[in-house]
């Protein structure tokens, strides 16, 4: 192996270890900077002994070990050594008595829940959530500050400050690093959930143009996604999550028509869809819904499903499709829900349904003016044979879409009303 | 990017499997590597092949198509099973493969062929959406 390999593959290894390594010293010196620093540290001393030595049995544990001793100096060189510091430094002589192997059993012993403790605290509700995303990318996903700045198209001043910013709020709110228990558990769990979703919908806005980086944060959502699907085994918001990403990734291959304009779920060719996403977003929907599931997620991820399900448009189960929106309307209210919900009974039980729910919510203040509103009441009143007022909604519809192609589409069906 | 992880046949797993305690021990190594790729967010899927005794091949010559029954020669170009992950590049492919416990009783080989992928169809007249994947 020339030097050049060899450090591609300590490269490797590191970027395997790093979130755990992490974690691990996050926990013990109460602080993700230093504990970042020291496994920058050991990984420049891994770079250098390795290259010599030849990689060792237990990588992450050699890692381990190293950051360890290093946390001791950098806490005993700490002038405003405090009790505290002390008791830690007492701590962390006892943890570097053990051989490599120990740490290495130790390792995965505490594995799961440290990396754990570290994305709960990283997505904690005090840190607003476009801090929380970008913190878990960092020490949990390991991108670049310049790549998460890319991928949000954002600047890297910007999120460097970001970053920075939730490290001392964290270190400010004196967080343990440990995973929550009993009720706060529920509330800070929505939270981690709800910035993996939204890594997951940055990625997803990406379009044909885009820094690559875009989409690779689909990639990044659904493996944090397995991740704590892998660490969080008894609970069905978690699968349920997964299962929404998995699914929705399947269509990725075939929602950008050939001029660039992305295409409706009718419209996509489903031969392009990713079959063994698609597999695997129905196995931890079947996981979620064996668990009992029934939040957003699931639900939202149910949703999916019926469409991940159907092998063409006209199979799809409809009726199904507005019994889930029945129940995602209660457990997730929201305008555009009740929308998606008229749309699903419409299509089930027929436009006189779809047109009974529309005239219910059109009221709602977040859909005045809401150009999708128009068009689905322009489609119902079409399909109820009722032209002239369906015209009058497709032209409504055009004029309130900011959308060039949406517009011409609408005027188009409004043409069609004779 | 996606990469299928070949474990390549021995003499041993063309006999199948034997419920042996040195069997056993090997299984739960391997549940142990399973369950850090799953933590890791990088296995897609994996399964076990039965010997090439149990398995077929239909070759291809013009219109022919010739049934051949298994076993099969040049077991060590045969595949006793498989995994699919999802990593960032074969060197992380590679330091996975280099962790895990040696699939086989004797000396044996894994190997790692990276998919095609969206980007590496451009040609295609209706591939919509290229390089975004």
Redesign the interface.
């Known amino acids: 192996m020339t030097a050049g390999e060899t450090h591609q593959a300590i490269e490797a290894i590191f970027r395997i270890e790093r979130a755990r390594l992490i974690s691990g010293l996050a926990r013990l010196v109460r602080n993700v900077d230093l504990a970042e620093e020291l496994v920058q540290d050991a990984l420049v001393i891994a770079l250098s002994e390795w290259s010599r030595t030849g990689v060792p049995a237990n990588p992450g544990a050699w890692l381990m070990t190293v950051a360890k001793r290093r946390a001791i100096d950098a806490i005993r060189r700490d002038k405003m050594r405090e009790r505290k510091h002390e008791e830690i430094a007492r701590e962390l002589d006892g943890e570097c008595d053990r051989t490599a192997e120990g740490n290495e059993m130790a390792m995965n012993d505490d594995l799961g829940d440290e990396l754990l403790g570290l994305i709960f605290t990283a997505c904690h509700p005090i840190l607003s959530a476009d801090a929380r995303a970008a913190l878990t990318l960092r020490v949990i996903g390991g991108l670049t500050t310049d790549e998460i700045a890319r991928a949000f198209l954002s600047s890297e001043v910007t999120i460097a400050q970001r970053i920075v910013r939730a490290k001392r709020t964290i270190g400010k709110a004196g967080l343990s690093f440990e995973v929550p228990r009993g009720a706060e558990r529920a509330v800070r769990l929505s939270s981690v959930l709800e910035v993996i979703y939204l890594i997951f919908n940055e990625g997803y806005a990406a379009t044909a143009g885009d820094d690559l980086v875009r989409p690779g944060l689909c990639l990044e959502a659904q493996r944090l996604g397995r991740m704590l699907a892998g660490l969080m085994a008894e609970d069905a918001e978690v699968f349920g999550l997964l299962a929404l990403m998995e699914i929705q990734a399947s269509r990725l291959p075939a929602r950008i028509g050939p001029d660039g304009a992305l295409l409706t779920l009718t419209e996509q060719n489903r031969a392009r869809w990713d079959r063994l996403l698609i597999r695997r977003g129905l196995d931890a929907l079947a996981r979620a819904e064996a668990l009992g599931g029934d939040g957003p997620y699931v639900l939202q991820a149910a949703l999916a499903a019926c469409h991940a399900r159907a092998r063409s448009p006209a199979d799809t189960d409809w009726p199904r499709i507005a019994a889930l929106y029945d129940r995602l309307r209660a457990v997730m209210p929201s305008p555009v829900v009740d929308l998606n919900r008229a749309v699903a009974h419409s299509m089930a039980f027929g436009p006189e349904a779809g047109l009974r729910l529309v005239d219910e919510i059109a009221d709602a203040a977040a859909l005045r003016n809401y150009a999708p509103l128009s068009a689905a009441r322009g489609d119902f009143l079409f399909r109820a044979g009722r032209l002239a007022e369906a015209r009058a909604e497709f032209e409504a519809a055009a004029k309130l879409t900011r959308n060039a192609r949406e517009a011409a589409f609408l005027l188009a069906r409004a043409d069609a009303c004779g | 990017m996606r990469v299928m992880v070949l474990v390549k046949a021995t003499e041993d797993s063309e006999k199948g499997f034997l419920p042996t305690p040195e069997a056993k021990e090997a299984m739960e190594a391997m549940g142990k590597f399973n ?1 850090e790729l ?8 994996a399964d076990g092949l039965k010997p090439s005794s149990q398995g077929k091949r239909v070759t291809f010559d013009g219109p022919r198509r010739t049934v051949i029954d298994g076993p099969f020669a040049e077991t060590r170009e045969l595949v006793a099973g498989f995994w ?1 992950w ?1 990593v ?2 074969m ?2 492919a ?3 493969v ?1 962790r895990c416990p040696n699939p086989m009783p004797g000396p044996s080989e894994i190997e790692i062929r990276p998919l095609y992928e ?1 980007a590496d169809w451009q040609w295609e007249s ?1 591939a ?6």
């Open positions: 369950d799953r933590n890791a967010g990088i296995l897609l899927d699919l999802e960032k590049d060197d992380e590679v330091a996975w280099k969206m209706d919509g959406g290229h390089g975004n994947p």
